[in-house]
DNA sequence: CAGTGGTCTAGACCACGCG
DNA sequence: GCGTGGTCTAGACCACTGT
């Protein structure tokens, strides 16, 4: 824990806070950081991969370090405040194995994909995909406003659904979300796998969502039953196979 | 993305996935490694460490490097699976200003304090902090068996909880976590912040689970209410304040 | 004690962004 | 072209583990 990045990391933290290096304000370079604290380079680079992680800091590759904006969480799914700005477009898909496993669909079937790219003052938010069985898409198109989550998508294309079923977890972003969402890959992000269904059970469509660990929130609210903890597990439906690896 | 360190974790993967290094062995030690892909030492710890954060070795210091076990991921809140052992403990502290805050009692007032760690065949896969207010953990102690998340013990202390507030994010685990869980501090974990309340709306507990991110999946079941996207957030309750930074 | 990982150095060379 | 970050090297020394 007295590990030299650390103490420059440390130090580098009570500097934005206390303001010194302001919001959105670019960093000395990291050869000047790295004399200034008498480190080497890649020393001084892990400092700053800490402060990355944390969400202090932002890199951009050939302009520097800069301190990143202070962004308010965003709770989902109420998807508190304003200013934000949904940007959505779609396209054509087949669906593979998995997705045509989640939305109950041959494989190879056509699919809808909506991507919806929420930003609050230019700076990344959310990143959401949602499928839609082609039949279900004829009448959806790329609404000018929607909610960050694609809900009115689904919705607009198909008002039969009632509920979802969200799993999460937490990993890393892939290459593309972590480009989507201008972070390192490094940043661990709330990942979403939401399937909605209809009353009879059909599933309507298949979302995925991807938030930033330190921008987003999810708020869940349960009623609580007391079962037996000693039960097996039979209670809510999850005949997802159980997986054993991350990929 | 032709990174060396991104070849030799490509490499090791491979050879992880093909069971040529089994599952619990020990790997060659990274001197050996180094040598092998005629990569540096720092070259080949940053591979390990991509390995690592991605669940597939575990390292331990003065020991080397192995093979994790894969686990099934265990999914939330049905607590899917057999075989866990959850090892509680118990103790008292005075409320500081936030938590105090959550459970609604005043500073320094006195509250039990439950851990829950959830092993499965020793490898650690969660941990709660249970908080209850003194005055309602009078009769409550650890049981011998109790849900890993603790609800038996909320239950128990105070059978008036009817709902809990989940307030799920993806972050680093503290070292006291990563130290519990028995991981590295760059492995994402799903951390919840959780408020029981009674009918009424009184908080009966708060409490704090902490699930790694590549060996547990929490599922919630919502219904889709269609509300309109421009409303402002005052639909469902989170007066926590808003933060602004990852702490 | 020997073997292992943990951390660090003082450079080097390449790729990107911008004027 | 120049300054920036991205990656890598070939060592060094320290701390931990087990015998």
Known sequence: MTARHQHVAEDLRRLIAA????????????????????????TLREALELLRAEGLVEKFHGRGNFVRRPTQRITYPSGAGDGLHVAVSSGELTATGELAARLGVQPESPVTEFVCL??????????????????????????????PWGDDIVLAADPAATASTDRITARFPTTDEAQSLRVGGR?????????????????????????????????????????????????????????????
């Open 118 to 147: 929420t930003r609050r003052a230019d700076s990344p938010q959310s990143l959401a995909h949602v499928y839609l069985p082609h039949a279900a898409a004829q009448d959806a198109k790329p609404p000018a406003d929607c909610s």
């Open 187 to 247: 940043t661990p992000v709330l990942a979403i796998e939401r399937t909605f269904t209809a009353d009879d059970g059909r599933v309507v469509a298949s979302a995925r969502l991807v938030l930033l660990g330190d921008r987003a929130d999810v708020a869940v609210i349960t009623p609580i039953t007391p079962i037996a903890h000693t039960d097996r597990p039979e209670q809510q439906g999850n005949t997802l196979g159980e997986e054993t690896r991350t990929g």
């Open 19 to 42: 303001g010194t290096y302001a919001e959105g304000a670019r960093l000395p370079s990291e050869a000047r950081l790295a004399a200034h604290y008498r480190v080497s380079t890649p």
